[in-house]
Each structure stands twice: as structure tokens, then as C-alpha cells.
């Protein structure tokens, strides 16, 4: 399962990327809108700094504006993805975009109906948002199992990304799961490194290595 980052913001990518982990990036009008910033430059650095897929995310409404929009977007790099929500009219451009050879990735996805449409149009990616339907009361990680399971019996190519993961245990049950991606923000990516008994184990570690040298230069060794 590859990671990816759920971001805008350039230093959060610059941080995750140092540790070799960071397979791609995933934006949304919301984190743009974060960031303060032109958000036309601020998409053409991120993409500058990802080493990978990096979704922008369109913002029409028509079949006809988004696929236009999409069209821009495409072309913001090399590494774009350019991601359309899950409604008849982004079906219609997601499709006329991948017939482009656009890379797409259906957003905002909460069910395995709706997953099932993503991949029959071809899409690279879909994105079922598990936070958001723990919110909603629903089962968010029920419905991303029942995704997997169908394109592995379907065989499709379109790759699972769980999206909106908001803990580790979102990680771990996604790869579990099956998922082909998973893309969450800078607190969840720091917090799968964090253990508490790596902590414990270091100090412990540190505190027989400092006793260690202090015996030897008193020569009690
Ligand atoms: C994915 O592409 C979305 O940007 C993201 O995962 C949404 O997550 P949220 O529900 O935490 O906003």
C-alpha cells in the first residue's frame, strides 16, 4: 500500500518526504484554501515537490466546465491527477478526461455502488472517505473492505484510495483491507511512527550507554 499525504501545505510535504516514505499527494479546495496562498502557484510547488501523483482537485459543476477545468489542471505538471466529484456530471468529464489519457480520481465516494461507477469509467484512482462516514454514524472501513473485495473479484484497475483516514488504525485496517493507497494529513502520518515503547526502549538505551561511558573515563571498567 502505497502513502500518501493529504496536504497543501509545502513544509508538511518537505518533512514526510525526508523519511523515504511519500509515494504521492492528495489536495482539495479546502487545504488550497488553508494555505493563503495563489493557489495556482501553490498547486504547480506542491506538485514540484511530490515525487509522484499528486490529485488537484476540479471545482465546476458541468460536465462540460469540469472536464475544461480538468483539461488545465491536467496540464499544472507532469504528475498531475486531476480529481472530479462522484456526480453524474463528474462521471460524464472523469470519463471524457480519461478518454484525454488524464489520469482521474473520483472524490467524495461514500459507497460501493458509487466505487463501482469510478472504475467502470476508468478512473486511476477512487477515494472512499472513511472519516467522514464514522462521522455520518456509518462504518467507514465496512464500506472500504466491500470496495476491495469487489474490484478484486471484478478485476478492475482502478486503484482503492482510502481517504480521509484520521488515525493509524485507519491505516493499518486499510492496508488490511487491501486498499492500494492510503492518504492522510501530517498528524496521522507523524503519529504511525510514535510508540510509546520505542520511547521507553530509547531512553533506556541511551541512559546504559551514557553509564557505560562515564564508568570508563573514571576507570571503574
Ligand atoms: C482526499 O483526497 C481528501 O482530500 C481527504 O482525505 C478528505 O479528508 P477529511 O475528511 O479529513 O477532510
Given at each position: ?42 498547486m ?7 515525487d509522484?501523483?499528486?490529485?488537484l ?10 472536464y475544461?477545468e ?19 456530471d ?39 472517505f ?28 482502478t ?11 485507519h ?23 510514535k510508540?510509546p515503547l520505542t ?23
Amino acid at each position: 500500500m502505497k502513502l500518501f499525504l493529504d496536504t497543501a501545505n509545502l513544509e508538511e510535504i518537505r518533512a514526510i518526504k525526508r523519511w523515504g516514505v511519500l509515494s504521492g499527494c492528495t489536495t482539495n479546495p479546502s487545504l488550497l484554501a488553508k494555505e493563503h496562498s495563489d493557489w495556482e502557484v501553490q498547486m504547480k510547488e506542491v506538485c514540484a515537490e511530490v515525487d509522484g501523483p499528486v490529485s488537484l482537485e476540479t471545482t465546476e459543476k458541468s460536465a462540460e466546465a469540469i472536464y475544461e477545468e480538468g483539461m488545465k489542471l491536467a496540464g499544472v505538471a507532469p504528475n498531475a491527477v486531476v480529481k472530479v466529484v462522484m456526480t453524474p456530471d463528474g462521471l460524464e468529464a472523469g470519463k471524457r478526461l480519461v478518454e484525454q489519457d488524464v489520469p482521474v480520481n473520483v472524490t467524495l465516494t461514500f459507497s460501493p455502488a458509487q466505487a463501482i461507477l469510478a472504475a467502470e469509467i476508468g478512473a486511476t484512482y477512487v477515494s472512499p472517505f472513511l472519516g467522514r462516514l464514522d462521522d455520518a454514524g456509518a462504518d467507514g472501513m465496512h464500506v472500504l473492505r466491500d470496495i476491495c473485495e469487489i474490484f478484486e473479484v471484478q478485476g478492475y484497475q482502478t486503484q482503492v484510495l482510502a481517504a480521509s483516514l484520521r488515525h493509524p488504525m485507519h491505516v493499518v485496517e486499510a492496508a488490511l483491507s487491501g486498499a492500494d493507497v492510503a492518504t492522510m494529513p501530517y498528524d496521522v502520518f507523524t503519529l504511525l511512527v510514535k510508540h510509546p515503547l520505542t520511547d521507553l526502549g530509547l531512553e533506556k538505551f541511551d541512559n546504559d550507554w551514557k553509564k557505560l561511558q562515564k564508568e570508563l573515563k573514571e576507570g571503574a571498567r
